[in-house]
Each structure stands twice: as structure tokens, then as C-alpha cells.
């Protein structure tokens, strides 16, 4: 199983997205060791979610490229945590798997 999480955060936006993330990956891989955890996010917090031990793509904008990011890595569950898409975008990831929205 694998499950995305799609998030933003750095010094204009703030870390409690990525990090509220990161608790929760940790959680779900302390519950289950069988599950990839792959962060999309933006490069500004790469060394920080590699410094957990996390899978990272790099993802500047929630846009066609991104959904296409997304789709290639055949999720079983995105959870998605930010403020700047937009409710099309939402709609494109809901028809990708299960989507979990913060």
C-alpha cells in the first residue's frame, strides 16, 4: 500500500502542515510496517521530510503536472493538507483513490 501526502510549508507559509504530515506518517508507519509513505511537497521542506526518513517528489504547484506526479505513483490513499489548491484540483485527486483532506 502506498499513501501520498500532498502538502506545502516553508518560511511563507509556516511548517505546521508538513509537520502535522509527519506525525501522522510516523504513526501510520508504526502501525504498519507494509506501507510507503511519499511526500509531494514543495523543495523548500525536501531536507526536512528526508530527515525522517520519508520518500519526497518535488512539487512547486497543485496544477496538471502535480495531478499527473500524483496518478503516476498509483496511490491507495492521498492525504491532502493545505490551503492553496483549488476545489477543481481536489476533484481530480478524489478520482485518482481515496482522498483524505486536512
Known amino acids: 500500500m502506498k499513501i501520498i501526502f500532498r502538502t506545502n510549508g516553508g518560511k511563507d507559509i509556516g511548517l505546521g502542515h508538513v509537520y502535522r504530515c509527519i506525525s501522522l506518517a510516523q504513526a501510520i508507519t508504526d ?22 526518513k520519508f520518500e519526497f517528489i518535488s512539487s512547486d504547484s497543485f496544477d496538471n503536472k502535480d495531478i499527473q506526479i500524483i496518478e503516476n505513483q498509483k496511490p491507495s490513499l492521498i492525504i491532502f493538507d493545505s490551503y492553496l489548491a483549488s476545489n477543481d484540483y481536489l476533484k481530480r485527486l478524489n478520482k485518482i483513490c481515496k482522498l483524505i483532506i486536512f
Open 31 to 52: 502501525l504498519a510496517h507494509n506501507i510507503i509513505i511519499l511526500f509531494v511537497a514543495n523543495n523548500e521542506v525536501k531536507t526536512l521530510i528526508e530527515e525522517y
